[in-house]
């Protein structure tokens, strides 16, 4: 059942406000179950993953191999990129590089986030995604009223992520920036809401 003209790149926030329970499990799990779901039902082409928080980098080249490309996603958790910080810039140039040029695929970015960005080169570095070929889709995980991040330490207790002045972080999800970014590459903007969600990025 595959088209083989298709390459989608997943792109995953990974920074610690995905560990926000506003969507449950997580944030972050919930990504996770919506890019399988994806993939096992609408799957085509080739897939591939961006991790990204402070920094960004290319988890699973494009692949047809399903397996592998579960198990990228299976180890990927907000310890994997050690700095903080979300660098929705960085992420998009990342995928951008990791679609080759030489093929007239069609070329689909789907970024997972709550768009808490303090980025200022997002929306740019999405119209040079588009100069080069690709479309880009935001899915906006979490909720506009946010959650109270909370981090378990060592030795297994909660605490409240804080500020460096000790106040305690409250992340929201931040639909202006992510319909930009979609705008800008000639996608569109979809809130995560229950499995609905992913048969209509499917279908558009």
Known sequence: ???????????L?????????????????????SILDFVQRHGSGRVGLVAFAGGAFLQ????????????CLDTLDVNIIPQGGTAVAEAIQTATT???????NYKVLVLFTDGEDND?????????????GLKIFTVGIGTAEGE???LKDDKGRTD???????????????????????????GF????RGAKTIDTLYEK
């Open 60 to 71: 699973c080249p494009l692949t047809i191999d399903d397996a592998a490309f579960r198990q």
């Open 189 to 192: 903007y979809l809130p995560l």
């Open 1 to 11: 059942s595959r088209l083989y003209g298709q390459d989608t790149l997943f792109v």
């Open 13 to 33: 926030d990974c920074s610690r406000s995905m560990l926000a329970t506003d969507i449950a499990p997580s944030r972050l799990q919930r990504a996770k179950f």
């Open 98 to 104: 990791a679609f080759k040029r030489d093929n007239d």
């Open 160 to 186: 409240y992520v804080r500020d460096d002045q000790g106040n305690v972080v409250k992340s929201h999800l931040n639909e202006g920036l992510l319909q930009q970014i979609a705008g800008a590459a000639g």
């Open 148 to 150: 109270l991040l909370r």
């Open 120 to 132: 200022e080169g997002a929306v740019e570095a999405a119209t040079q995604a588009e100069k080069a």
